[in-house]
């Protein structure tokens, strides 16, 4: 009798559970303007890109769109103008090649094809010390598999720090060249294939010439408040050995930029944001105010940071 009991007892429970769902209520409203891009002392056409983020729910999943016909201008301090056309795909490009020269204060003007207009804040070019040479070596990292740690690449910078004088650094990875083996003598038949896993030299070349951006993609940038006027040995870029890149020659080319405090802030807390792992150490998620303001909405968001820069 004592064990009908129990058994009627938890039938009951299982007859009351249930769950409840939850709506949710999203915006649907046109994504925000995206800008992307900066200007440098080098002399070369400069670039600005413009999208509208593309909107991202439990119902939605876009893409960022480009934005066209838009009127785009980079002005100084002095009254100088260059206009910027639009080359596709969101790029607008210079009309002629110009560079952003020291101690001029530069800002982009948009105005959009429905007469939106937004402007960024004024960047003062800074001179940035030149770096003396470059070392590397490799690096292990223990990982969460413990069959494989992790290998890579680190590059240090080695440079003299002005006295009595604030410096904002930033080393920017861009897309870099290496000589990718392919070892095609190796290559076999794939699982569905009858016979499977059977040599199956392949007829093209062992060696090619490969891009890609390095991972991770981490956010290199520091200010000088704990060591100004020191000679600096700074690890600026971490490349992760997949395997690929290092076979043979690998080339990594990395731009060695002066930027302002407020490009720093934001650089700084975009990367917190990217290095992000969920654990309970990580700094919570915030939004991350750029230099773009809208001049019809003062509280319109726009995604992105333009700035100018010494390279």
């Known amino acids: 009798m004592k064990g009908c009991k129990s058994w009627f007892f938890i039938v009951l429970l299982a007859g009351f559970s249930c769950i409840d769902s939850f709506p949710i209520e999203t915006d649907e409203s046109e994504g925000v303007l995206i800008v992307e891009g900066f200007v440098s002392t080098r002399l070369k056409y400069q670039r600005v890109k413009l999208t509208r983020a593309g909107r991202f729910s439990p119902e939605i999943s876009d893409i960022n769109r480009p934005i066209l016909n838009a009127k785009v201008l ?35 003007d948009i105005t959009l ?27 292990r990292t223990v990982t969460t598999n413990r069959l494989n740690d992790e ?29 990718l083996v392919s070892e095609p003598e190796l290559y076999h038949t794939p699982p569905w294939y009858n016979p499977p896993r059977q040599p199956w030299p392949l007829a093209c070349c062992n060696r090619c010439f490969d891009t890609d951006i390095p991972t991770p993609f981490n956010i290199m940038t520091t200010d000088d408040f704990d060591f100004n006027g020191t000679y600096q040995r700074r690890p600026i870029a971490y490349v992760v050995d997949n395997g690929l890149r290092f076979k043979e020659i690998y080339r990594l080319d990395i731009l060695h930029l ?13 990367d917190q944001q990217v290095r992000l792992t969920g654990s309970i150490f990580d700094p919570a998620p915030a939004n991350i105010r750029g230099n773009m303001l809208s001049l019809q909405d003062k509280k319109e968001t726009v995604l992105g940071f333009f700035f100018f820069c010494f390279r």
Do not use: C
């Open 74 to 108: 980079i002005k100084d301090n002095l009254g100088k103008i260059i206009p910027l056309n639009s080359v596709g795909s969101g790029f607008y490009e210079s009309e002629v090649e110009f560079s952003a020269e020291i101690g001029m204060s530069y800002n982009l």
């Open 113 to 139: 094809s429905d007469g939106k207009r937004f402007i960024s804040l004024p960047e003062k070019v800074m001179q940035v010390q030149e770096v003396d040479s470059l070392t590397y070596k490799a690096v």
């Open 151 to 179: 290998i890579g690449v680190e590059v240090t910078a080695h440079f003299q720090d002005p006295v009595d004088q604030v410096n904002y650094y930033y080393w920017k990875q861009i897309p870099s060249t290496y000589i």
């Open 258 to 270: 002066s930027v302002s405090q407020e490009a720093h802030r934001f650089l700084r807390l975009a």
